[in-house]
T-cell receptor
Framework: QKEVEQNSGPLSVPEGAIASLNCTYSDRGSQSFFWYRQYSGKSPELIMFIYSNGDKEDGRFTAQLNKASQYVSLLIRDSQPSDSATYLCAVNRDNYGQNFVFGPGTRLSVLP | NAGVMQNPRHLVRRRGQEARLRCSPMKGHSHVYWYRQLPEEGLKFMVYLQKENIIDESGMPKERFSAEFPKEGPSILRIQQVVRGDSAAYFC?????????????FGQGTRLTVV
């Protein structure tokens, strides 16, 4: 079993819809969870991170964490064509440092 | 405040040559992380360094790869005797704290092509 799993996509949603991106992880001791966005040929950009069970909202983005189910998700409301990118789920297993385990990423395509 | 600076942005090396990738963390950041992204694959952790110390090198290949972060100057990822399979994007990230809930900022990456 891979440590961090994501559907590779592409996930296609119409403009204005809600995009739902999912991530599961295998290490129950994982501490914090990050969502990065990566445009083709560019560096990852942090969208948000979460470390407590429940929801965390930032603008159009909501991260959801369920440690019992080892599941973290990212919802993007009012999706825009500019949101089309690969979304990377990153899990930080340690209390010390930022040595992430990244998932393979989900390609999102928002159709105008 | 300049972001994480990596150079060169693109590097072409012939098989057997050495590649040196540089990373200057954001001002005030003393924690540096190197990741490799192979074509059509996810990011893989390589090494975590603090000034003059290697904290975690569990992702580093056992041979040909080394990393350092000296007291003065940028962090260097060195690949000796490069092979075609080393062709990838190498990203550096930095953070100000070791706290696992602190954001790490990524540089623009160095795209290494081995011919």
């Amino acid at each position: 079993q891979k440590e961090v799993e994501q559907n590779s996509g592409p996930l296609s949603v119409p403009e204005g819809a809600i995009a739902s991106l999912n991530c599961t992880y295998s290490d129950r001791g994982s501490q914090s969870f990050f969502w990065y966005r990566q445009y083709s040929g560019k560096s990852p950009e942090l969208i948000m991170f979460i470390y407590s069970n429940g929801d965390k909202e930032d603008g159009r983005f909501t991260a959801q964490l369920n440690k019992a189910s080892q599941y973290v998700s990212l919802l993007i409301r009012d999706s825009q064509p500019s949101d089309s990118a690969t979304y990377l789920c990153a899990v930080n297993r340690d209390n010390y440092g930022q040595n992430f385990v990244f998932g393979p990423g989900t390609r999102l395509s928002v159709l105008p | 405040n300049a972001g994480v600076m990596q150079n060169p942005r693109h590097l072409v090396r012939r098989r057997g040559q050495e590649a040196r990738l540089r990373c200057s963390p954001m001002k005030g950041h003393s924690h540096v992380y190197w990741y490799r992204q192979l074509p059509e694959e996810g990011l893989k952790f390589m090494v975590y360094l603090q000034k003059e110390n290697i904290i975690d090198e569990s992702g580093m290949p056992k041979e040909r790869f080394s990393a350092e972060f000296p007291k003065e100057g940028p962090s260097i990822l060195r690949i000796q005797q490069v092979v075609r399979g080393d062709s990838a994007a190498y990203f550096c990230a930095s953070s100000p704290l070791a706290d696992s809930n602190t954001e790490a900022f990524f540089g623009q990456g160095t795209r290494l092509t081995v011919v």
